[in-house]
Each structure stands twice: as C-alpha cells, then as structure tokens.
C-alpha cells in the first residue's frame, strides 16, 4: 500500500472512531478568520497533534486543529491552522489534512490565507479572489503513487469553481455596505472595507523567506496578481478528489519592492487581525450561499 494512501486512511480511521460528523463544507481558516471559529457551534475539537501521522504546525499564530461544528445549521469542517511545505513536511503531508476532509464527506472546500498584493491598486487589507493560481515554483502534491479517488493526471482548467466564484462575487457586493455601517460604527478606517472584492491569480511560492523585488517583478510578468506561502497545492490536492474549490486571499501587505518598508510577519498578523470582522461577514454570508447547493 502506498505511504500516502496508508496516512489517510489510519487519520481517517482515527477520526471516524471519535465522531460520525459528515461535513458539507470543508475550510482552511488562515490568517484573518481566527474570529470565524466563534461563529462556529462546535461539536468536536481535533489537535492535528492527535492524529498519527499528522504534521504538526511550527508557525506562530497558527495553532493547529481540526474544528467540527456548525455554522446556521450547516455542518463545517474547519482547519483552524495550516502547516506549510516551508515547514519541512514532503508536499505530500502537508495536503493530507485536505484529503481528510475529502474523504469524511466534505464536498466543498473554501481556502483562505495571507497573501501579498501585486496587483495594481491592491492595498493592505483587501479581500482578493482567487480565480487561478501558479503552483509552478513548488513541488506537486499529487506525486508519488496515484490515490484512487482521483485521475493520475488530472485537469486544472477550473481549479477554482465558477458557480463558487459567482456566490463570492454576490456575497461581497450584499456585505460591502454592511462592512461600511460595521467599520463606521467602530470607527474602523484601519481595514479597507470599503474596497470593492478584487480578483485574480495566486501565485504559491516555497517560503520561508519574503520576496525578492526582482521575484515580484517575474511573478508579475507571469501574470501573478498576489502571492504567498500556501493554497494552490491544497487546491489541487482537493480538486483530485473532486471536491468543488473556491479560495479567498487577505491582502496583507504590498508585495517586495512595491511598499517602501521591509515586508515582517508581524504587518501580516497585523493587517489579517484588522480584516478578521469583515472577512468573517463575508464567509457567513458565502456560507449560506453554498449550504442550497
Ligand atoms: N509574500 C509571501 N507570502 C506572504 C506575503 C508576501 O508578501 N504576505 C503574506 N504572506
């Protein structure tokens, strides 16, 4: 048996004897939905660190678990902290825990995260999503053996669904004005809510380390609208095993070499912190949208 199917399988197993949940809609809360998890009404909590064969994550600010819950009466998985690849996990672990969620039943998956802006116009604090995505610069997560669930090469025309695309879209323009009576009321004017959804391409670098300007400038040219640490392998590892994909990156900060300070982990804890309520209303509101599909 293959290593990676043997993983899933025992993780899966080790779940299923704890819970009989069966999820709708998977989520991989990143930087900037840590206020989401409140919204959740929790059944079951799963430290990563629990699970055999799990990878545990070493990063600041992302305490990683599994959150089983509901959110209005629909049934959610949550990845309350992700691991990276930067991490020194093979790529292969580091989407195990999507297709764990796969196989408990999830069948839609919503990715969130950090991300630097390159597009021109994207200022700290808005919300961009991602219609396409580069993972080129990592390794693929569908090396090795081919698990049965998914085709040994599989197309990724539409990683990102459009009917999914659509309900953001939708979702974003009905909460803009809430945001904007949310932001006066707490005399918010720190978070840009009251710019418009942006959209583009995700392009997914290895890390650990920022950008070079030089890097920006390729990625750019490549046709990267913003970029970070994680999410496409997880989309591709998800959209394997046919669950339907969406993904939304918090602009952190301006990418290197478009903002005159150095790029910090903090300004990127920092900015996502300042989203958290907005990003939130907006993942409730796509919430609802998905659960009468
Ligand atoms: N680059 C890479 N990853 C990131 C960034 C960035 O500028 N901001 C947040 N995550």
Known sequence: MSEV?????????????KTNFVPKIAMVLGSGLGDFAEKIE????????AIPGFPVSTVSGHSGRFIFGNVNGVPVICMKGRVHYYEGYDITDVVLPIRVMGRLGA??????????????????????????????????????ENLEYGERFPDMSHVYDEEL????????????????????????NGSNIFSPLKKGV??????????????IRMIKQLGADAVGMSTAIEAIAAHHLKMRVCGISCITNKAAGLQDKPLSH?????????????????MMRIIEKISAL
């Open 165 to 188: 695309q659509r309900i953001i879209t939708k979702s974003a323009d009905e909460t803009l004005y809430e945001n904007a009576a949310l932001a006066l009321e707490n005399d918010d």
């Open 107 to 144: 069948k839609f998956l919503i990715l969130t995260n950090a991300a630097g802006g390159i597009q021109d116009g994207m200022e700290p604090g808005d919300l961009m999503m991602i219609t396409d995505h580069i993972s080129s610069f990592v390794p693929s997560p569908l090396k090795g």
């Open 266 to 282: 903090e300004e990127v804890k920092a900015t996502s912190l300042k989203t958290e309520k907005h990003f939130t209303t907006l």
């Open 5 to 17: 199917k043997d993983k899933l399988d025992t993780a899966v197993a080790f779940i299923r004897e």
């Open 202 to 215: 995700y392009c997914q670098l290895p890390g650990p380390n920022y950008e070079t300007p030089a890097e």
């Open 42 to 49: 929790i059944e079951l909590e799963i430290p990563y660190a």
